[in-house]
């Protein structure tokens, strides 16, 4: 868990709602971890349906029962995509998981599809997996390892909140010096 924020640099802008959509891996509780972690935060999250089940079967459930697995997988896609494109078209930034075991080839595409639009994306996957994803990361704006640090951009973003400094932080100026030194010389 990330320390607690102690600095706070105040945007002049009035407050508003944010759209974020999540998009990813369905096999793991992120999704609600991140709304707790975000509560406080005027953020809207919407993503994909993350039922499986449910998420194959909409379209052949409104549509109606089809003979061939190709046309109910089709409709069941274009549903799909007309919540996923609407939503991703109407976020203010857009956050991606990977995990290991699955090939999240949706996420990969909604991160894609994301960047086409010019959205803001966050990518959360564990460290092991990050040569797989070097061209998603690539066009992140961010990519991280944990829930609690897309909180704590979420809230950077949006408030200006500043975590509280590690014990064991060394300040950039100590290791790079003071200001913006000129790299060629004197």
Known sequence: MLPTAIRRFASSAPPRQWSVYLSGEIHSPWRSELAEAVSHLP????????????SD????MIHGAVP????WDNIGARLNGL????????ADLVVVKFGEKYRQWNA???????SALNIPIITIHPSSISHMLKEVNANATMAVESVDQVAAALDYTINGTVPATPE???????????????????
């Open 43 to 54: 953020v809207t999250l919407t993503g994909p349906n993350d039922d499986h089940a449910l």
């Open 57 to 60: 079967d909409a379209g052949a």
């Open 68 to 71: 061939t697995r190709p046309h």
């Open 83 to 90: 919540r996923t494109t609407t939503n991703l078209k109407e």
């Open 108 to 114: 990969a595409f909604e991160a894609g599809y994301a």
């Open 168 to 186: 064991d932080w060394t300040p950039s100026e100590n290791i790079w010096g003071k200001g913006n030194p000129n790299p060629g010389g004197k």
